[in-house]
């Protein structure tokens, strides 16, 4: 990876909520959901609070939303429901949430995936945006796309000592007018 931390910063936890959206998943099979926690944990971030909610865009809405407005949460990660089906309306719901999207990490996402899964790649609607100072991340549903979205890109950004620049940093600047 071309980034590096620098031992000379510590390292800042964040608080992370993490969204399953899925029909058919429960905690106990919730593998996707399961695996975002374990990386932040392990990174030494907070999990700020953690659910599954069905595919539907005003559910998943309600809840990103209440994240957005709660000061404590600083980033949302979403797994599922950025596919091109019927049911899949992730984005639909995330989008009109957004002040500003950063175009790059979808970018990003789906070029480190078609190493893996080639032009099926396209049909992944990966994103990210920033909403009332907190990040939002959506992922898709498979727990290879959550492992490589935040071992390739998401945690390295969130962590303060990641150089030459990352998300956290301008975390406190976020909401500058």
Same mark, same amino acid.
């Given at each position: 990876m071309?980034h ?5 910063r510590?390292?800042i936890? /964040?608080?992370? +909520?993490?969204?399953?959206?899925? *029909?058919? !998943?429960? =905690?106990?099979t %919730? @593998?996707?959901?399961?695996?975002l926690v374990?990386? /932040?944990?392990? +990174?030494?971030?907070h999990?700020? *609070?953690? !659910?599954? =909610?069905?595919? %539907? @865009?005003?559910?998943?809405r ?7 407005a709660?000061?404590?949460?600083e980033?949302?990660?979403t797994?599922g ?20 999207v950063?175009d ?5 996402f ?9 032009g ?18 959506c ?13 390739k890109?998401i ?20 909401m500058?007018?």
């Open positions: 071309a590096n931390n620098n031992t000379d510590q390292f936890p /964040l608080n992370i +909520a993490v969204l399953t959206v899925s *029909d058919s !998943r429960t =905690e106990e %919730d @593998k996707s959901g399961a695996l374990e990386r /932040l944990e392990s +990174a030494g971030h999990q700020a *609070d953690k !659910r599954i =909610e069905p595919d %539907d @865009k005003f559910r998943i309600a809840t990103v939303s209440a994240w957005i709660d000061p404590a949460v980033v949302i990660i797994t429901g950025t596919g091109v089906t019927g049911r899949d309306g992730t984005p639909e719901a995330i989008l009109p949430l957004l002040e500003k950063i790059g990490f979808g970018e990003m789906r070029a480190l995936s078609y190493e893996d899964i080639g099926s790649t396209m049909q992944s609607r990966a994103l990210c945006g920033v909403a009332n100072g907190t990040y939002v991340f992922l898709p549903g498979s727990t290879g796309a959550c492992r490589d979205g935040w071992d890109l945690g390295a950004q969130l962590d303060y000592r990641t150089r030459p620049c990352n998300f956290a940093e301008m975390l406190p600047r976020l500058e007018t």
